[in-house]
């Protein structure tokens, strides 16, 4: 059973507690944005198999969203983050980096 | 034994043949030869989906100029890992016609392939267990009526008749009357894969196993090869029939799919002696059952939450489904369980299937069938083929393309379905 930490309550969740809000960083197309984008916006996912950033909500706690870094493979958790940023805060990317060297944070959230 | 072997037509005939000469003279039912150079088609992923694409490629088209490959194992995936249910009665009109063309795929199918699929209509029922599942399975019932699908709403006196083994009475859900198609069933699942898997090889189609592609070769926006662990294979045409893994394919060909992976599971218990002939969907409860040939009770039940490619499953969701059961078929509390598996579904948000082309030339994409890919495979491969060959939709897959999310044409089966179905 996946367990995460809730960054805002500290509480360690079970999965039945949670919920899952899927692909975290997706940049919203403005008014001007094309089809395609708000397509890619919409319905495009990366679905890794491997690192995969994600928004949960603590919707049997405390009710707030936060992000979590997994391994969709292994279900490893590399660490959980309040949701109100754009990208991966340096102590998630430095720990998922001390398994995955190769990781790429950049292409995170690249969902054009 | 020669990789060009026919397998030989399987009869009566050919027992009696063999049993006289101790059954030394099966050839075996495909050959498993090294990669050529290139193909006319290659299809990835030998499961039924990849399968029948490549069957009905040759049957409908002539085209036998084929491989497909599997980085695993023939029928080694969702095939081999799914609860054999069989059924055609989808809300939405595409969906009805291509589940429907499956169903009577299924029917003649053991003959078609020389092949016994062990095709078994043996009726199915959807169970209505609130008054919300009993007005929307009625509508069911009257649209199938209208696409001319056969299916009946039985009350739960019928339904007690037909599943004895049944409590109506259930303290908390319970059942109200349910979704009847007579006409569904099960089949043997690794027989459909194997049934296909040798009358492509009779065909002269190379099935390649243990073979994973790593890499899409594209050249001008058209696709030229695929780089394998077997070596490049160039190709003119390119399926992707790949279930849970389509997303890191389509990223090798450097487009994305709508589509999630998530684990769906199921378990299977001791066998039993025969208690009930017809399979059972309990939708509001979240599971379902049938027996097998040997015995065993099939249960299936519900997905993971989160994206996942463990091919495991987890004991809260085997929890959930075992309890609602028990409450629905109180003599199956005291079964022992055998087994529990996993495998990796591609969810849509809409649940219905995709049969694309793609924005890659000569690139065709089969996806997204989500928990309910096997009842799909003859009609799947059947218009996927249809696809490929020409380079454009037929009547069957028109519906399914990738364009139908950015123009809000979504078939929407998940709210039709209630559930994972």
């Avoid at chain 1, 679905?47 to 870094?69: D, M, Q, S, T």
């Avoid at chain 2, 339904?159 to 908390?172: F, H, M, Q, T």
């Avoid at chain 2, 969907?281 to 939450?305: C, F, P, R, W």
Wanted: with cysteine; charged share 20%.
């Amino acid at each position: 059973m996946l367990i995460l930490t809730c960054p805002h309550c500290g509480i360690q969740a079970e999965e039945t507690e949670l919920h899952n809000g899927g692909e975290a960083h997706l940049k919203r197309v403005g008014p001007d944005g094309s089809d395609e984008e708000f397509e890619g916006y919409m319905f495009a996912r990366r679905n890794p198999r491997g690192v995969h950033l994600e928004r949960w909500r603590h919707a049997y706690g405390c009710g707030k969203w936060f992000i979590a870094a997994r391994c969709t493979v292994t279900l490893q958790v590399f660490g959980t983050y309040a949701a109100q940023t754009t990208t991966p805060p340096d102590h998630i990317v430095q720990a998922v980096r001390a398994a995955r060297p190769d990781w790429n944070p950049t292409e995170e959230g690249a969902s054009e | 034994m020669p990789d060009t072997a026919r397998s030989g037509r399987y009869s009566v005939f050919a027992i009696a043949r063999e049993a006289l000469r101790q059954h030394k003279g099966w050839n075996r039912a495909w050959a498993s030869p090294e990669p050529r150079d290139r193909y006319k088609v290659i299809v990835v992923g030998a499961g039924g989906h990849g399968l029948a694409t490549a069957y009905y490629l040759g049957k409908n088209f002539g085209i036998t100029d084929v491989a497909v490959l599997d980085k695993g194992w023939l029928g080694g995936g969702n095939t081999g890992r799914n609860t054999t249910i069989i059924r055609s009665n989808y809300l939405q009109d595409p969906s009805a016609a291509i589940y429907d063309k499956a169903l009577k795929l299924y029917e003649g199918l053991s003959q078609d392939l020389n092949y016994n699929v062990m095709f078994s209509p043996r009726g199915l029922i959807m169970l209505a267990q609130t008054e919300h599942e009993v007005r929307g399975y009625k509508r069911t019932v009257y649209a199938n009526n209208l696409q001319g699908v056969s299916t009946e709403w039985i009350d739960a006196q019928r339904l007690k008749e037909l599943v004895p083994i049944i409590n109506i009475d259930g303290p908390r859900y319970p059942v109200l009357g349910g979704l009847y198609q007579e006409r569904g069933g099960t089949a043997r699942h690794d027989a459909v894969a194997w049934g296909y898997a040798r009358a492509c090889s009779d065909m002269g189609m190379h099935i390649i196993q243990n073979c994973e592609v790593t890499g899409v070769e594209t050249e001008g926006g058209q696709v030229r090869a695929v780089n394998t662990s077997k070596g490049r294979i160039g190709c003119e045409k390119l399926a992707m029939v790949v279930a849970g893994h389509s997303s890191q394919l389509a990223e090798m060909a450097g487009f994305r799919l709508p589509i999630e992976s998530v684990a769906l599971q199921a378990l299977v218990s001791e066998p039993i002696k025969p208690c009930m002939d017809v399979v059972v969907m309990a939708n509001t409860v979240h599971g379902y059952l049938s027996q097998s040939d040997k015995g065993e009770m099939v249960i299936g039940g519900g997905t993971d939450h989160f994206n996942n490619f463990t091919q495991r499953g987890s004991w809260h969701h085997v929890e959930e489904t075992v309890r609602a059961l028990v409450e629905t078929f109180p003599m199956i509390g005291r079964l022992k369980m055998l087994r529990q598996w996993g495998g990796i579904v591609d969810m849509t948000g809409d649940r219905s299937p995709i049969l694309s082309t793609t924005p890659v030339g000569g690139v065709f994409v089969n996806c997204g069938w989500g928990t309910g890919g096997f009842k799909a495979i003859p009609g799947s491969g059947w218009a996927m083929a249809e696809l490929v060959a020409k380079g454009r939709p037929g009547p069957l897959a028109a519906d399914f393309g990738l364009d139908r999310f950015r123009e809000g044409r979504f078939i929407d089966e998940s709210v039709a379905a209630g559930v994972a179905h």
